[in-house]
């Protein structure tokens, strides 16, 4: 069973705006992983936040965690049409769990 | 370097017959990950080995599915036989020294049984 919920599931903006995509899970993580995924192609690793850290960026790209909410969100900052692609968190819930990815987010930018 | 490499990227076949997914992880990798893709239940983790060895395969649906790691650049999972509700995306993946770090993707195995 998925571990993280992807919100909304699918989101449609303007190039030049900023995304925002969250994820919410249930249980204790160890991190939180986002990975994009073009149509068509494998998964792509983005960023990891371990359950210590609160923010993190990369790029574009920043990622909250809010362990006392379960929750993480995912930024993208003035993005391109080439930014659209499905987006999914994914999370490890500690020993000896597997990382467990959620359904993911599609996103669409109108250029 | 070479990413994960999977072959076949598409197979159509009929109902009943043999499948044969192939992988080749990236060098130096030790954990290699089997996951199925679908529309209706998203990514699923089947399989995943640490240094040739199955870990955990509590994600395989059936008899029917059975994985393999011969060597540490390697790794076939077969079903056989295929039925419809096998048709999905079949990912490899693979990581270096954790079994929930980042993950490696392959471009995935396309499968529809007829």
């Known amino acids: 069973s998925q571990q993280g919920e992807e919100d909304p599931q699918a989101l449609s903006i303007q190039e030049g705006e900023n995304a925002t995509m969250n994820c919410s899970y249930k249980t204790s993580i160890n991190n939180l992983q986002w990975y994009r995924q073009n149509s068509g192609r494998g998964l792509v690793h983005l960023i990891l936040i371990r359950s210590n850290e609160r923010e993190k960026h990369s790029g574009r790209l920043r990622v909250t965690l809010d362990t006392s909410k379960k929750s993480s969100s995912l930024l993208i900052t003035a993005s391109r049409a080439a930014d659209t692609a499905s987006y999914f968190c994914a999370t490890d819930g500690g020993a000896n769990s597997k990382l467990t990815f959620g359904k993911g987010i599609t996103l669409s930018v109108r250029p | 370097d070479a990413g994960v490499i999977q072959s076949p990227r598409h197979e159509v076949t009929e109902m009943g017959q043999e499948v044969t997914l192939r992988c080749k992880p990236i060098?130096?990798?030790?954990?290699l990950f089997w996951y199925r893709q679908t529309m209706m239940r998203g990514l699923e983790l089947l399989i995943y080995?640490?240094?040739?060895?199955?870990?955990?395969d509590s994600g395989m649906p059936e008899d029917r599915f059975s994985a393999k790691m011969p060597n540490a650049s390697f790794s076939t999972l077969k079903i056989q036989p295929s039925e419809p509700r096998d048709s999905a995306v079949y990912f490899c993946?693979?990581?270096?020294?954790?079994?929930?770090?980042?993950?490696?993707f392959g471009e995935g195995s396309r499968l529809t049984v007829l």
């Open positions: 993946a693979s990581s270096f020294h954790h079994r929930a770090g980042k993950l490696f």
């Open positions: 060098s130096g990798h030790d954990y």
């Open positions: 080995f640490n240094n040739n060895v199955p870990i955990d």
